[in-house]
T-cell receptor, first 114, second 111 residues
Framework: DGGITQSPKYLFRKEGQNVTLSCEQN?????MYWYRQDPGQGLRLIYYSQIVNDFQKGDIAEGYSVSREKKESFPLTVTSAQKNPTAFYLC?????????????FGPGTRLTVL | GQQLNQSPQSMFIQEGEDVSMNCTSSSIFNTWLWYKQDPGEGPVLLIA?????ELTSNGRLTAQFGITRKDSFLNISASIPSDVGIYFCAGPRGTGNQFYFGTGTSLTVIP
């Protein structure tokens, strides 16, 4: 089955610790994205990558870092510099064509900072 | 920056009723996407629209790309309990592959 997987589903972290969220896709998509979702709000773009070994900051990149060493993988690190990291994190992927570039989402990771 | 305004913010309806929601933007789009998100899950793509005036169905769901290209509509006919969730619209930002997402319409279906 083609799709996007995120792990873990739930993650707890102590304040001051870095944590890495995993995102893997087997859809052969070039582009991958990370979003943050807070209660009652839409999706806010953290980082995106159009191609391996390249990524760009989104709207709320401060306190986050990413890497794109493989086409299938786009891990997100939430660093201790992120002031309010508790949120639901969503990974997505898409083609990079002008049309049919819909984004497909993973199941999400809920991060709670204790 | 670009804002996608979804309306209504929430809806409470009886099972069997039809549902209508819409999304408006401050600029012209060439694509409109509609997603549904179940609690604690990732959004699932329902319908993609690529042409002004286009009307596309997916089962009981029908979405339309507004003629002005600044709005889109989603209708659900004969609602059932599993329709419960948050519905998001999305439109492209810039010339890349990023999308703006609306703040969502929360749908509750009362059996």
């Amino acid at each position: 089955d083609g799709g996007i997987t995120q792990s873990p589903k739930y993650l707890f972290r102590k304040e001051g610790q870095n944590v890495t969220l995993s995102c893997e896709q087997n859809l052969n998509h070039d582009a991958m994205y990370w979003y943050r979702q807070d209660p009652g709000q839409g999706l806010r773009l953290i980082y995106y990558s159009q191609i391996v070994n390249d990524f760009q900051k989104g709207d709320i990149a401060e306190g986050y870092s990413v890497s794109r060493e493989k086409k299938e993988s786009f891990p997100l690190t939430v660093t201790s510099a992120q002031k309010n990291p508790t949120a639901f994190y969503l990974c997505a992927s898409s083609r990079t064509s002008l049309l049919n570039n819909e984004q497909f989402f993973g199941p999400g990771t809920r991060l709670t900072v204790l | 920056g670009q804002q996608l305004n979804q309306s209504p913010q929430s809806m409470f309806i009886q099972e069997g009723e039809d549902v209508s929601m819409n999304c408006t933007s401050s600029s012209i789009f060439n694509t409109w996407l509609w997603y549904k998100q179940d609690p604690g899950e990732g959004p699932v793509l329902l319908i993609a629209l690529y042409k002004a005036g286009e009307l596309t169905s997916n089962g009981r769901l029908t979405a339309q790309f507004g003629i002005t290209r600044k709005d889109s509509f989603l209708n659900i006919s004969a609602s059932i309990p599993s329709d419960v969730g948050i519905y998001f619209c999305a439109g492209p930002r810039g010339t890349g592959n990023q999308f703006y997402f609306g703040t969502g319409t929360s749908l509750t279906v009362i059996p």
